[in-house]
């Protein structure tokens, strides 16, 4: 069921939104009326165009849940914290973790992707890091974030090339712009480890230790669960790191430091 329903939102159905729209139309078809009736004759404020916002009656105030608000906010912070002489950021939000850094410091940006505008503190560069990198830029931050990107590598989803092991060569050039003794923040979905074509990969928390144990000391490491609540600073158990921490797609959130 769950895949039809994705595949009915691919040709432009969503169910959800139609159900919404039927329990809300009513009450918008009524307060059009009312207001209408209380403007009256008065031309001050005219009703020139009717845009119903069905959705949003019922919804919340915001959303403060899921792996990007809460990913963002964390590593923001951290950054702010250790206070960095260079930062670079590779591929996360920029209206997200990169807005939020750049509202209080310079941040460098490297993505696959263009970037049309500049921004106040951002230095934006269009790399692909699963091609060499440029020598002058080895070993130049003591700073590094890679925040919800890496499991996108290589499968063609931002026109990138299929390339199987996308994730391990970006992570290896992402540790040569990486000086030794400098932090690396980065976040990924985990779960039982798969790769749903052409979205995305999920990495077992596992597999990133046992890659990451070469080259860093993990020194912080929270996640976000299925339902989208942040666990902050968790032990590296084995029953956790054997489970998943209990998630299927959840968001595992690092901070190390790299020690060679």
């Known amino acids: ?26 009450d918008y078809l009524k307060e059009l009326k009312l207001l209408r009736r209380q403007l009256g004759d008065s031309k001050e404020f005219p009703i020139t165009k009717n845009v119903p916002c069905l959705e949003d009656r019922y919804a ?4 403060a849940r899921g792996h990007y608000f809460h990913q963002d906010l964390w590593v923001a912070r951290r ?43 951002i230095h934006f560069v269009q790399a692909d890091l699963m091609q060499p990198i440029d020598k002058s830029l080895q070993n130049s931050y003591d700073s590094l974030s890679c925040l919800h990107a890496i499991e ?10 299929i390339q ?11 540790g040569g712009l990486l000086k030794t003794g ?17 979205a995305h990969r999920v990495f077992s928390v596992q597999y990133l230790l046992s890659h990451f144990q070469k080259n860093y000391v993990v020194d912080h490491f929270s996640y976000v669960d299925d339902r989208g ?14 489970d998943n921490f209990g998630c299927k797609y959840g968001c595992g959130i690092f901070e190390m430091t790299k020690t060679a």
């Open 1 to 26: 069921m769950a895949s039809l329903s994705k595949l009915l939102v691919l040709f432009g159905f969503n169910s959800r939104k139609t159900v919404q729209t039927l329990r809300t139309l009513p």
């Open 60 to 63: 919340e105030g915001g959303t």
């Open 79 to 121: 950054v702010f914290q250790n206070n960095p002489e260079r930062h670079l950021d590779i591929g996360s939000r920029v209206d997200g973790f990169v807005a939020h850094v750049a509202s209080f410091r310079t941040i460098d940006v490297m993505d696959i992707r263009p970037l049309s505008n500049e921004i106040p503190n």
């Open 152 to 161: 996108h590598f290589g499968l063609g989803r931002y026109g990138d090339p």
């Open 164 to 174: 199987h092991d996308g994730h391990l060569i970006g992570l290896n050039n992402m």
């Open 182 to 198: 400098g932090k690396f923040y980065f976040s990924t979905p985990i779960g039982p480890q798969r790769i749903e074509f052409n």
């Open 229 to 242: 609540n942040l666990h902050s600073n968790e032990a590296l158990t084995t029953a956790g790191i054997n």
